[in-house]
């Protein structure tokens, strides 16, 4: 693996997992068209931090992963409770006091604390099945070319993947305060609602799969 290719294939990975449609880019979106672009930021370093949790626990400890992968419990257990957190942030989303009419802001106002904007991200990541298995490939894919002996160049390409990553979640949170100035309370209400409705569906889709699929 040489330096060049190891930083455009990770800056290639990162970029196509960015452009998935989730829990994780709703919840951006929506925090910052309400909170302002500090709070998208806030909610971006949770997902970041645990990101490279991931890269560190799958690279360095990979056969102890296998072997949770491979634990029966492991799904429904991670299905279960994911799906139960993606559920109550949606419905949250829902039962959250709609803002004053007469004191609407063309500039988004932060109502949650640094930390608990940080820390639903941070939830959100860490227990999203697909977030678990993306860099549980990615770190066998790793070792299994052999490529774990060129500790520069994987450092390269992880840093590639998260650098990527970062860089797309803030551009996630910069746009939806560009959105926010052209749109009506109302507007903002709706989009809200539909977070949080698709939000539940996902923890419920999550749910199924574990007892019923």
Same mark, same amino acid.
């Given at each position: ?7 455009? /294939? $990770? ?12 829990p994780i880019l709703i919840t951006i979106l929506q925090t910052s068209l309400e909170?302002? +672009? ?5 909610? $971006? ?8 949790? #991931?890269?560190?626990?799958?690279? #360095? !400890?990979? &056969?102890?992963? /296998?072997?949770?992968? =491979? ?32 004191? @609407? ?18 939830l959100i990541n860490t227990v999203n099945p697909f977030t678990i298995f993306f860099? #549980?490939?990615? =770190?066998?894919?790793?070792? $299994? /070319? ?10 390269? #390409?992880?840093? !590639?993947?998260?650098?990527? %990553?970062?860089?797309? /979640? ?5 746009? =939806?305060? @560009? %959105?926010?100035?052209?749109?009506? &309370? ?15 569906? +996902? ?11």
């Amino acid at each position: 693996m040489h330096t060049l290719t190891a930083l455009m /294939d $990770g800056l290639l990975l990162g970029l196509s997992l960015a452009l998935l449609v989730g829990p994780i880019l709703i919840t951006i979106l929506q925090t910052s068209l309400e909170q302002g +672009f500090g709070a998208g930021i806030a909610v $971006g370093s949770g997902i970041w931090v645990s990101d490279t949790l #991931f890269v560190l626990a799958t690279y #360095f !400890g990979i &056969q102890y992963v /296998d072997a949770l992968i =491979a634990w029966e419990g492991f799904n429904p257990l991670l299905g279960t409770i994911g799906g139960l957190i993606l559920a109550l942030i949606g419905l949250g989303f829902l039962l959250a006091k709609p803002p004053n009419p007469t004191a @609407w802001e063309v500039e988004a106002i932060r109502s949650s604390s640094y930390f608990t904007l940080w820390l639903k991200g941070f939830l959100i990541n860490t227990v999203n099945p697909f977030t678990i298995f993306f860099w #549980f490939t990615v =770190a066998t894919t790793v070792v $299994g /070319d052999g490529a774990q002996k060129e500790h520069y160049n994987v450092a390269v #390409f992880y840093l !590639g993947i998260l650098g990527v %990553i970062v860089l797309t /979640d803030g551009l996630k949170a910069y746009l =939806a305060k @560009w %959105i926010r100035k052209r749109l009506r &309370q109302i507007h903002i209400l709706r989009l809200r609602q539909l977070s949080g409705l698709t939000l539940i569906l +996902f923890g419920l889709i999550m749910i199924a799969r574990v007892y019923f699929f």
